[in-house]
C-alpha cells in the first residue's frame, strides 16, 4: 500500500513537500498528479537506489525527487509553486512498462493560489 500525505493549499512562488509511505520495500517509485478535467500525467521518477531520477519538464528545476529505503518513504520537494502546478498528486511503485506502474495510492491535493 502507499499513502501520500502533505498537500494543501499553497501560495503561488510558495513550497510543499509530499511523502508516500510504503508499507513494504519498493522498487522504482514515481509522482504523478491529474489536474480537473485533464489526464493524469507523469512528474517525476525514482530508481530504487536514487541514483536515476527522471522529471517532466514542467517541474525540471523546481520539483525534486528523493527517497529513504531505510523508512520505506519517497518525497517530492515542490518549490516555486505556479498555479498550474495544482492537482491531486499521486505516488505510484514497482514499474511494469516505460512509466507505466503497478501500484498506487490515493492521491493528496495540491493547490496553488494566485
Known amino acids: 500500500q502507499l499513502r501520500e500525505s502533505g498537500g494543501g493549499l499553497v501560495q503561488v512562488g510558495g513550497s510543499l513537500r509530499l511523502s508516500c509511505a510504503a508499507s513494504?520495500?519498493?522498487?522504482?517509485m514515481g509522482w504523478f498528479r491529474q489536474a480537473p478535467g485533464k489526464e493524469r500525467e507523469f512528474v517525476a521518477h525514482i530508481s530504487w537506489s536514487g541514483n536515476t531520477k527522471t522529471y517532466a519538464d514542467s517541474v525540471k528545476g523546481r520539483f525534486t525527487i528523493s527517497r529513504d529505503n531505510s523508512n520505506n518513504m519517497m518525497y517530492l520537494q515542490m518549490d516555486t509553486l505556479k498555479p498550474e502546478d495544482t492537482a491531486l498528486y499521486y505516488c505510484?511503485?514497482?514499474?511494469?512498462?516505460?512509466?507505466?506502474?503497478?501500484?498506487w495510492g490515493q492521491g493528496t491535493q495540491v493547490t496553488v493560489s494566485s
Open positions: 513494504t520495500s519498493t522498487h522504482a
Open positions: 505510484a511503485s514497482e514499474l511494469v512498462g516505460p512509466l507505466e506502474y503497478q501500484y
